[in-house]
């Protein structure tokens, strides 16, 4: 029920809403993490790794990106943006949440040692760069910088997954 709430409180598109809706996602987040965890410390067969465990780490995957997305509005819709501070730095504070992501998706992924879970991240990653590239051209340092995160994410899931694959 609670993950039927957010999207209705999150398109209020307001501070109050965005706020809210943090709550709600913080829920989410929280319940999937602890499900996740639950099944990681079973023993599964195959059938169950694919059906439990494959899509609780994917399922966080995207309700990380989108608590991250839900606090980035917030912040904004609260005042952390023009004409409050200059527009150049929106830039600098995208591409600072993007590492900040990057930090998040590796640390839980080495940590639980689950890299479908960051291998989410590449997605969301190439979902942003595309955006920026087919609509916002006119912000190339969030461009350069996705293709930087892109490559050093991507070595480390790879990195991961063969890791984890040889063991």
């Known amino acids: 029920m609670v993950l039927s709430l957010w999207p209705i409180l999150f398109w209020f598109n307001n501070a109050a809403g965005f706020a809210i809706s943090l709550v709600a996602i913080l829920f ?15 023993n599964v067969n195959w059938v169950e790794w694919i059906s439990i465990r494959a899509q609780f780490s994917i399922n966080s995957g995207w309700v990380t990106a989108a608590t991250i997305l839900n606090v980035s509005l917030m912040l904004k819709a609260m005042g952390l943006a023009a004409p409050n501070i200059p527009s150049e730095y929106e830039e600098y ?3 600072g949440v993007l590492w900040v992501a ?31 590239l087919t609509n916002k051209a006119q912000y190339t340092m969030i461009e350069e910088n996705l293709t930087a995160l892109l490559i050093i994410h991507g070595i480390s899931m790879v990195s991961l997954w063969t890791w984890l694959g040889s063991e």
């Not at 930090?103 to 689950?114: G, K, L, P």
């Open 102 to 132: 990057l930090v998040i998706y590796n640390s839980a992924s080495y940590v639980e040692r689950n890299p479908l879970y960051g291998s989410i991240f590449i997605w969301v990653l190439l979902a942003i760069r595309s955006e920026i």
């Open 93 to 95: 504070m995208t591409v």
């Open 28 to 42: 989410v987040l929280s319940s999937d993490w602890y499900m996740l965890l639950m099944s990681q410390k079973a």
